[in-house]
C-alpha cells in the first residue's frame, strides 16, 4: 500500500500558475508509476499527467505545453507545475500510484492505479 497527500490547490486567476505535491509514504517510491488525475463537477476522471520509470513524462492534450510532471525520488514527491491555467483547468485534482516492473501504455486510465490520493480543489476565475 502507498499513502498519498496531495497539496498546493487554491484558487487562482486565469493565466495564474499553481504548483501541487503529492507526497507518498509506505512503498519504495522509485518503483512507483505516479500520475495526476481531475475531476470537475458532473464530470468523470481524467487523466492529466504521470511520470512512468521506462518513458519519463506523459500528459493529456488538453495540458501539454502549460503543465509540467516531475519527481523526487529522495522525498518521495510528485509535483505538477501548472502555467496559463484556464477557468475549464477548474477541478479537484488526485494523485495516483501504481507498483509495476512491467511497462504499459494504460496509464492514462484510472484503474491502473491502486492508490489514491483524498484530492485537492485547484479553481481558476476568469
Known amino acids: 500500500q502507498v499513502q498519498l497527500v496531495e497539496s498546493g490547490g487554491g484558487l487562482v486567476q486565469a493565466g495564474g500558475s499553481l504548483r501541487l505535491s503529492c507526497a507518498a509514504s509506505?512503498?519504495?517510491?522509485?518503483?512507483?508509476?505516479m500520475g495526476w488525475f481531475r475531476q470537475a463537477p458532473g464530470k468523470e476522471r481524467e487523466f492529466v499527467a504521470a511520470?512512468?520509470?521506462?518513458?519519463?513524462?506523459a500528459y493529456a492534450d488538453s495540458v501539454k505545453g502549460r503543465f509540467t510532471i516531475s519527481r523526487d525520488n529522495a522525498k518521495k514527491t510528485v509535483y505538477l507545475q501548472m502555467n496559463s491555467l484556464k477557468p475549464e483547468d477548474t477541478a479537484v485534482y488526485y494523485c495516483?500510484?501504481?507498483?509495476?516492473?512491467?511497462?504499459?501504455?494504460?496509464?492514462?486510465?484510472?484503474?491502473?492505479?491502486?492508490?489514491w490520493g483524498q484530492g485537492t480543489q485547484v479553481t481558476v476565475s476568469s
Open positions: 495516483a500510484a501504481t507498483s509495476t516492473s512491467y511497462s504499459s501504455v494504460r496509464y492514462s486510465y484510472t484503474n491502473y492505479y491502486d492508490n
Open positions: 509506505g512503498r519504495t517510491f522509485s518503483n512507483l508509476v
Open positions: 511520470f512512468t520509470w521506462w518513458n519519463g513524462a
